[in-house]
């Protein structure tokens, strides 16, 4: 009986070890293609992010519209508190933005037109208008 049970044993240690083996054979690792199209997939979402953000820092102008837009905006509040009836055109302390304010008087209606535009004065960053009652 000694014997058998022995055996037994020694059996089963070894369908034990050859189960043990075969899941290991069957394990769900990492591939090299599972790994490849990982790395793949990066370098498509990290190129198309470098793509974007680079085309969003090589345009000055995307930057520059809220400045241009307060600039337009402080020039008719100085031009209406003053009532100052002339057209004037200057450049920003910076040099990058051109103002421009042109005045026309029509009757007793005073119309405020500022425009800035690029440094280049070819594209139009902003442009507001006010009307006003002009009194003398």
């Known amino acids: 009986m000694r014997v058998k049970a022995r055996v037994r044993v020694r059996v089963k240690k070894r369908i034990i070890e050859r189960k043990c083996y075969v899941t290991f054979l069957q394990s769900s690792g990492f591939s090299m293609i599972e790994t490849l199209v990982a790395i793949l997939l990066l370098g498509i979402i990290s190129s198309l992010f470098i793509i974007f953000f680079n085309d969003i820092f090589s345009n000055p102008k995307i930057f520059l519209k809220g400045k241009a837009l307060n600039a337009a905006n402080e020039e008719i509040n100085y031009s209406l508190a003053h009532k100052s009836a002339g057209d004037t055109s200057y450049f920003s302390e910076n040099g990058v933005l051109f103002i421009s304010r042109e005045i026309e008087i029509i009757e007793n209606i005073r119309k405020v037109e500022v425009k800035v535009l690029f440094h280049d004065q070819n594209t139009e960053l902003t442009k507001l208008t ?7």
């Open 130 to 136: 006010v009307e006003d009652k002009f009194e003398n």
